[in-house]
DNA sequence: GCCAAGAGCGTGACCGGTCACACTTGGATC
DNA sequence: GATCCAAGTGTGACCGGTCACGCTCTTGGC
């Protein structure tokens, strides 16, 4: 539709304003949807925008408005399901409201290489979503710059383990409640018959035990069900088989809780190596829900997690504190849901 | 650090100047390292840059130099392994060039929200990554304004299965040789003794027939096996469950190809559900490698494909292009690598 | 002692939008 | 006919950097 053909930058208001004949301010009059328009002035305004195939400059906007309407998304990892899950819900719900979604990967715990990445993030956008599920995600949420006079506050949501107590308002936190996940699936596992519940953690988030940690003893506890120790995975199937390899040579191991599903997927591994059987001898549930859990050989019982639900809270949330008129927690998680299949079952019958 | 304690905005370039007693210009020169700097200006330009917190404004930079050092990530899905794992090098490569890294989901593949989105990535960094593995990535891929006179062309690299012929200059796309990579997976089933080996096919970015499917084809038609039809999956689990019942209730199969190891996954289930042992009746093998490939009772053997070394790639050839002193191809992709496993075998006796 | 060169630094305009304000109309009111 | 108001439009400054240029002051060669 460019008639001169020979355009090198894209139009500006100015060249929209020079082909409709009125100035530049009418033009961002009519881009905003300003009432004190006489409609003849609007419609040639939006032809020239038409023929000139302008486009209002985002970088522009941004610095005469101070607001990129960006957030950015910071994690340990894109490939996990879990994070993977939560990062498409807040872009999802990012997209709906117009606003852009950088990301960036905490390499590494390092405290000043954490601190370099929040700073980079922080100016690339309007407000953070911190992944804090593990040691990177924490620090990069506790480095992000609180509302010191000197330096303006960077508004942040953390997306967080069950925290042990509710958090102030100062703390804009979004979570599953994975304490109660974990209680149910424990809980399930009790029921059947077993004696007890032993437990392969994910990584701490912290020093202080997570809330799944907690969920899984509170049932014992409830029971009066003996208390092992938990013992500790990483995050991938390794770390699982590692475990379950300990956990397979100890004979009165009958039930085992993993703190996700690819944890649970190096467990059943490691039970087969060992000639154990799933559920006949040992039973085995997860955490996530994974696209993969119905599909394992046996079917792995799992509790399912609102992931992209926390994702697109994560973003309501942020919304809302970047603009006051955002809507009040538009977007719930749903709570999370056990799912019993295959691999769990009775306990043998004691001989 | 602050004294004044009040400071609302952040400090400009013109507040550290006045607090070093230069000019704003000088304080430009300092942070962008000009030689013709007195050192004893540069002392105190420093000194104040830190006293005041400084940092350099990304949004006022990226208007004055009509860049913003960002690039956007489009794909359809952020959670499959592949695609998250590319997302990942793409991230890891930027970072270490100091870009920032955008993400948009795809969430239809039809036209007009297609084009938006596209529209929506062009005005928020200087270049795009196209994840066209799907009808949305590739129609995305096409929906790229080009260098039209009207509209300048928007720096575009495309991930792409391996295309039927090598693309010329003007088309910057990045593979791995996944044609070669289902040759030899076939190759490996045929010299196991299998007459033949069906294939589970990915959906098609195209019309055309995938890479992988020729690939497979050809070494079928290599060694003068029948050529059953491929079955189409979809990119998950469930698809694979599908086509393999159909496959588990034809006695005639003995090797099954699948297009990614979560159809292999479904694959494995349905020949699980139908009493068809892995691998003494049927051999199985995926593609991609993930994580999970291992765990798998039986462990899959499969074709490790270098994904984020493919995204580190993508973007390598994007900031060739985005800028011209960026180094040449400091990236390479390395080649696919059959991993056998535990689910790939001989053929059951004849009897 | 004069002039050219270059080191060191500052001023003005600009990128493409927005905001605050002032200006010109036309119609209604008195 | 003068006054007021509101509709409709335009001008200037600004956001926080950059670039292009110009100015001043040494320094060195002749």
Redesign the interface.
């Known amino acids: 539709?460019?008639m001169t053909?020979?355009?090198?930058?894209?139009a500006s208001i100015r060249d929209v304003a020079s082909a409709a004949g009125v100035s530049y301010q009418t033009v961002s009059r009519v881009i905003n949807d300003h009432p004190r328009v006489k409609p003849s002035t609007r419609e040639r305004v939006l032809a020239a925008i038409d023929e000139l195939?302008f486009?209002?400059?985002?970088?522009?906007l941004?610095?005469a408005s101070g607001r990129?309407r960006?957030v950015t998304v910071l994690t340990g990892?894109?490939?996990h399901?879990g994070y993977?899950?939560i990062?498409?819900g807040v872009?999802?719900a990012a997209?709906a409201a117009s606003y852009?979604?950088?990301?960036?990967?905490l390499?590494s715990a390092d405290e000043t290489t954490v601190a370099a990445e929040v700073?980079?993030a922080a100016?690339?956008g309007d407000g953070l979503i911190v992944i804090a599920y593990d040691p990177a995600g924490v620090r990069a949420l506790n480095a992000v710059p609180t509302g010191r006079?000197?330096?303006?506050a960077l508004p942040v949501v953390g997306v967080v383990e069950t925290p042990a107590t509710p958090p102030g308002g100062d703390r804009p936190w979004v979570w599953t409640d994975d304490r109660e996940a974990a209680y149910e699936a424990t809980r399930h596992l009790l029921s059947l018959g077993h004696e007890t519940v032993h437990y392969v953690a994910i990584p701490s988030s912290t020093r202080r035990t997570s809330a799944r940690t907690s969920g899984w003893r509170r049932a014992l506890r409830e029971a009066g069900a003996p208390e092992p120790r938990p013992l500790q995975g990483s995050w991938?199937?390794?770390g699982?088989?590692t475990a379950g390899r300990r956990l397979a040579k100890d004979p009165s191991v009958t039930a085992i809780l993993c703190g996700n599903d690819?944890l649970a997927?190096?467990v059943?591994?490691a039970l087969?190596e060992n000639g154990r059987a799933v559920p006949d001898e040992v039973s085995v549930a997860g955490f996530d829900d994974a696209?993969?859990a119905?599909?394992?050989?046996p079917?792995l019982t799992t509790v399912r997690l609102d992931f992209t639900g926390l994702g697109r809270a994560a973003f309501a949330l942020l919304h809302r504190v970047l603009e006051q008129s955002a809507p009040i927690a538009p977007h719930p998680v749903s709570a999370p849901q056990l799912v019993v299949r295959e691999s769990s079952g009775p306990p043998p019958a004691t001989t």
């Open positions: 539709m460019n053909g020979h355009t090198r930058r894209p195939g486009r209002r400059n985002a970088t522009a941004a610095l990129t960006a990892n894109t490939t399901y993977a899950s990062l498409q872009e999802e997209r852009a979604v950088g990301i960036g990967v390499e700073q980079r100016d690339a006079p000197g330096a303006p991938g199937p390794a699982g088989h690819d997927l190096g059943l591994r087969h696209p993969h119905a599909y394992l050989t079917s």
